[in-house]
C-alpha cells in the first residue's frame, strides 16, 4: 500500500513513487530546491565519425549503440501530436531487443500511442511518466499500469529533467529535417510540425540523443532548433509521422453559442478590467474557447488600434494573423499547433521558437510567464475557493495532460472560461476531484451565466465595479447551476490504488489520481 500524507493543500499524495523519494506540496512558492543542475556525460570527438556522419541504419542498430538495457528511461516529444509514428517503432524496436521495465518518459502522448498498451501489458514498459488521453488515460486510470504514472506541466518536466529527478538514459528526437551530423529542425521539410522546443532539454541533458528523421539534407541543416553537437546517432525513417494531426478537435474555434458568449464576456472583462492597452501581453490556450477569446480580442484590437508588444503561447492561425496584420509585434511560441503556424514560423522572424527553460521552468532566473498581462485557459473543474482540474474528469478518469497550464497561472492574470455545465455535469464543484491549480493564482471564472472574481483580486473588484458585466458570487452561481441540473453528480467510485501523482511547477506533489473501479 502507497503511503500517503496531507500536503499544503489538504491532499492526501504520495512520499515515495516507484521508489523514489517524492516531496508534498508545501504551498505556492514555498518548497526552494538546492543544488546544482544535472549534465549529460562528458563526450569526446574522436569517438565520432571525423566526417561528421551520425547515421544509422535503423532504430534498433541505433538502440543496440545506445546499450540500452531493463530498467532504462527513453524519452521523446510530441510536437507531433497525434500524427507521431516514432514512438511506437522505438518501443517495437526495444521489444525486439527483449528488453523490460523502461520508464517512457514523453512530452505528452496521443491516441496515436494506443499500440503501446501491448508493451505495457507485456512488460517492455513499466510505466509512463507524461500525460495521457484516449486509449492510454484509460488503462492508466483502470489501476492496470504497473509503476504509477507522473503527470508533469511543461516547465514541470524540463525542471524533472535540469534538477536530475528524472535522469534520461536515452533522448528520441522525432525531427522533419535533419542533417546526417544531427543538426536538426522542425519548421520545415514534409512533416514540418514547427518548433522542437520541447526536445531541447532533452538533447542537452540525455546521455544518448537520437536524431530520427524523414528528412535527411546536406550538412549543415541551418537553422537548427537541435544542436548536432548534442546528438549520438541519426536514423532515417520513411515517416516521422503525419503533420495535418498536429490540429485536433481542441484547437479549433468554437461553434457553441454559449462557449461564443463566454468568449466574448472574457474579452470584455480583459477590456474594462484595464488589461487591453497597448504594449500589453497575453496567452490564450489551445481549447475552442480559448481561441474564438482571441478573435474577439482582435475585432477589439482592430478598433481602437492596439497593439500588443507579445502573444505567448501555441500558435495558430488565428495568432498567425494578428502578427501579419501588425496586432503584435512578437509572437513567442511554444508549441506549434497548425498548419499555418508552421509556415509563419519558417518565414516571419517576428515569430519565435521558444522553449519550455524561457517560458515555463519555475526552477530558472525568472520565465516569460510572469510577464504576461493576462492569461486565458481551459479547465475540467472549478471548486468555490478556485481550485482548479484540467486533468481528470469529474468521474476521475484521465483526460489529458497539464501542458503548460500551470506554468500560465504566474501570469498577471489568470481566467478560466468554462461552460456552467457539461453534460449535465456542473463544473464548478465544492471540491475538484483532482487538484492541478492552487486557487489563490486563479483571478477570475467566466462562464455563460456570470464572471466570478476570486476575493483576493481586490484591485479587479473595483476596476469592475459598476460595470455592466454580469459579476457573480461563485457561490452563488453554483447553487444556481446545481438547481438547474438537479444537484451534484455522484462522485467518483474511486479505488485506494494510487495510479498517477500531479507535480506542482516546482517538483513537489501536489495531488494524486486514483483507480477508477466502475
Given at each position: 500500500?502507497?503511503?500517503?500524507?496531507?500536503?499544503?493543500?489538504?491532499?492526501?499524495?504520495?512520499?515515495?513513487?516507484?521508489?523514489?523519494?517524492?516531496?508534498?506540496?508545501?504551498?505556492?512558492?514555498?518548497?526552494?530546491?538546492?543544488?546544482?543542475?544535472?549534465?549529460?556525460?562528458?563526450?569526446?570527438?574522436?569517438?565520432?565519425?571525423?566526417?561528421?556522419?551520425?547515421?544509422?541504419?535503423?532504430?534498433?542498430?541505433?538502440?543496440?549503440?545506445?546499450?540500452?538495457?531493463?530498467?532504462?528511461?527513453?524519452?521523446?516529444?510530441?510536437?507531433?501530436?497525434?500524427?507521431?509514428?516514432?514512438?511506437?517503432?522505438?518501443?517495437?524496436?526495444?521489444?525486439e531487443l527483449g528488453v523490460k521495465d523502461l520508464r517512457w518518459f514523453p512530452s505528452?502522448?496521443?491516441?496515436?500511442?494506443a499500440p503501446l498498451i501491448e508493451h505495457l501489458e507485456s512488460g517492455v514498459i513499466?510505466?509512463?511518466?507524461?500525460?495521457?488521453?484516449?486509449?492510454?488515460?484509460?488503462?492508466?486510470?483502470?489501476?492496470?499500469?504497473?509503476?504509477?504514472?507522473?503527470?508533469?506541466?511543461?516547465?514541470?518536466?524540463?525542471?524533472?529533467?535540469?534538477?536530475?529527478?528524472?535522469?534520461?538514459?536515452?533522448?528520441?528526437?522525432?525531427?522533419?529535417?535533419?542533417?546526417?551530423?544531427?543538426?536538426?529542425?522542425?519548421?520545415?521539410?514534409?512533416?514540418?510540425?514547427?518548433?522542437?522546443?520541447?526536445?531541447?532539454?532533452?538533447?542537452?541533458?540525455?546521455?544518448?540523443?537520437?536524431?530520427?528523421?524523414?528528412?535527411?539534407?546536406?550538412?549543415?541543416?541551418?537553422?537548427?532548433?537541435?544542436?548536432?553537437?548534442?546528438?549520438?546517432?541519426?536514423?532515417?525513417?520513411?515517416?516521422?509521422?503525419?503533420?495535418?494531426?498536429?490540429?485536433?478537435?481542441?484547437?479549433?474555434?468554437?461553434?457553441?453559442?454559449?462557449?461564443?458568449?463566454?468568449?466574448?464576456?472574457?474579452?470584455?472583462?480583459?477590456?474594462?478590467?484595464?488589461?487591453?492597452?497597448?504594449?500589453?501581453?497575453?496567452?490564450?490556450?489551445?481549447?475552442?474557447?480559448?481561441?474564438?477569446?482571441?478573435?474577439?480580442?482582435?475585432?477589439?484590437?482592430?478598433?481602437?488600434?492596439?497593439?500588443?508588444?507579445?502573444?505567448?503561447?501555441?500558435?495558430?492561425?488565428?495568432?498567425?494573423?494578428?502578427?501579419?496584420?501588425?496586432?503584435?509585434?512578437?509572437?513567442?511560441?511554444?508549441?506549434?499547433?497548425?498548419?499555418?503556424?508552421?509556415?509563419?514560423?519558417?518565414?516571419?522572424?517576428?515569430?519565435?521558437?521558444?522553449?519550455?527553460?524561457?517560458?515555463?521552468?519555475?526552477?530558472?532566473?525568472?520565465?516569460?510567464?510572469?510577464?504576461?498581462?493576462?492569461?486565458?485557459?481551459?479547465?475540467?473543474?472549478?471548486?468555490?475557493?478556485?481550485?482548479?482540474?484540467?486533468?481528470?474528469?469529474?468521474?476521475?478518469?484521465?483526460?489529458?495532460?497539464?501542458?503548460?497550464?500551470?506554468?500560465?497561472?504566474?501570469?498577471?492574470?489568470?481566467?478560466?472560461?468554462?461552460?456552467?455545465?457539461?453534460?449535465?455535469?456542473?463544473?464548478?464543484?465544492?471540491?475538484?476531484?483532482?487538484?492541478?491549480?492552487?486557487?489563490?493564482?486563479?483571478?477570475?471564472?467566466?462562464?455563460?451565466?456570470?464572471?466570478?472574481?476570486?476575493?483576493?483580486?481586490?484591485?479587479?473588484?473595483?476596476?469592475?465595479?459598476?460595470?455592466?458585466?454580469?459579476?457573480?458570487?461563485?457561490?452563488?452561481?453554483?447553487?444556481?447551476?446545481?438547481?438547474?441540473?438537479?444537484?451534484?453528480?455522484?462522485?467518483?467510485?474511486?479505488?485506494?490504488?494510487?495510479?498517477?501523482?500531479?507535480?506542482?511547477?516546482?517538483?513537489?506533489?501536489?495531488?494524486?489520481?486514483?483507480?477508477?473501479?466502475?
Amino acid at each position: 500500500m502507497t503511503k500517503l500524507v496531507t500536503n499544503a493543500a489538504g491532499r492526501q499524495v504520495p512520499v515515495e513513487i516507484n521508489g523514489e523519494p517524492a516531496v508534498p506540496y508545501q504551498g505556492v512558492g514555498a518548497y526552494r530546491p538546492a543544488g546544482r543542475k544535472a549534465a549529460s556525460p562528458i563526450a569526446v570527438c574522436q569517438d565520432y565519425p571525423s566526417d561528421g556522419d551520425k547515421v544509422v541504419k535503423d532504430l534498433k542498430t541505433a538502440l543496440e549503440h545506445a546499450g540500452l538495457r531493463d530498467g532504462m528511461t527513453i524519452s521523446s516529444h510530441h510536437h507531433l501530436r497525434n500524427g507521431d509514428r516514432v514512438a511506437n517503432q522505438v518501443f517495437a524496436a526495444a521489444a525486439e531487443l527483449g528488453v523490460k521495465d523502461l520508464r517512457w518518459f514523453p512530452s505528452a502522448s496521443f491516441p496515436c500511442h494506443a499500440p503501446l498498451i501491448e508493451h505495457l501489458e507485456s512488460g517492455v514498459i513499466h510505466h509512463i511518466e507524461g500525460s495521457m488521453n484516449g486509449p492510454l488515460g484509460d488503462y492508466c486510470s483502470s489501476g492496470k499500469m504497473r509503476g504509477m504514472s507522473v503527470l508533469r506541466s511543461h516547465g514541470g518536466r524540463w525542471q524533472a529533467i535540469q534538477d536530475g529527478e528524472v535522469p534520461i538514459d536515452i533522448a528520441i528526437i522525432a525531427a522533419p529535417t535533419a542533417d546526417p551530423f544531427g543538426n536538426a529542425t522542425g519548421d520545415r521539410g514534409p512533416t514540418a510540425c514547427g518548433l522542437l522546443g520541447f526536445a531541447l532539454a532533452d538533447s542537452i541533458y540525455a546521455d544518448h540523443v537520437i536524431v530520427v528523421t524523414d528528412n535527411l539534407v546536406p550538412f549543415p541543416c541551418v537553422p537548427w532548433q537541435i544542436q548536432g553537437n548534442n546528438v549520438d546517432q541519426v536514423v532515417v525513417m520513411d515517416s516521422i509521422g503525419d503533420a495535418s494531426k498536429i490540429v485536433s478537435g481542441t484547437t479549433q474555434i468554437t461553434r457553441s453559442p454559449d462557449r461564443l458568449l463566454i468568449a466574448e464576456l472574457t474579452a470584455r472583462f480583459c477590456d474594462e478590467a484595464g488589461i487591453v492597452r497597448d504594449g500589453f501581453s497575453f496567452q490564450a490556450g489551445a481549447g475552442g474557447t480559448a481561441l474564438s477569446f482571441a478573435l474577439f480580442l482582435r475585432d477589439m484590437m482592430r478598433e481602437r488600434k492596439i497593439k500588443a508588444r507579445f502573444v505567448r503561447g501555441g500558435s495558430t492561425q488565428y495568432l498567425v494573423d494578428m502578427l501579419e496584420e501588425g496586432l503584435t509585434d512578437y509572437i513567442l511560441d511554444g508549441q506549434t499547433f497548425d498548419l499555418e503556424g508552421v509556415r509563419s514560423m519558417r518565414e516571419n522572424p517576428g515569430h519565435v521558437n521558444t522553449s519550455p527553460f524561457t517560458s515555463y521552468n519555475w526552477h530558472g532566473k525568472g520565465n516569460f510567464a510572469s510577464m504576461l498581462d493576462a492569461v486565458v485557459l481551459g479547465a475540467t473543474e472549478v471548486d468555490v475557493d478556485f481550485n482548479a482540474n484540467v486533468v481528470t474528469h469529474s468521474d476521475g478518469r484521465l483526460l489529458h495532460g497539464i501542458g503548460g497550464w500551470q506554468n500560465c497561472l504566474a501570469g498577471k492574470c489568470t481566467i478560466l472560461p468554462i461552460p456552467s455545465f457539461r453534460d449535465r455535469i456542473p463544473v464548478i464543484v465544492d471540491r475538484v476531484t483532482t487538484l492541478c491549480g492552487p486557487g489563490e493564482l486563479i483571478d477570475v471564472i467566466v462562464t455563460e451565466r456570470g464572471i466570478c472574481i476570486n476575493p483576493q483580486r481586490v484591485d479587479l473588484i473595483d476596476a469592475l465595479r459598476g460595470s455592466s458585466l454580469p459579476i457573480r458570487d461563485i457561490r452563488d452561481l453554483k447553487g444556481e447551476i446545481d438547481e438547474m441540473v438537479g444537484g451534484q453528480p455522484t462522485p467518483p467510485d474511486l479505488g485506494e490504488k494510487v495510479v498517477a501523482a500531479i507535480k506542482w511547477v516546482d517538483g513537489t506533489v501536489i495531488d494524486c489520481v486514483r483507480e477508477v473501479r466502475s
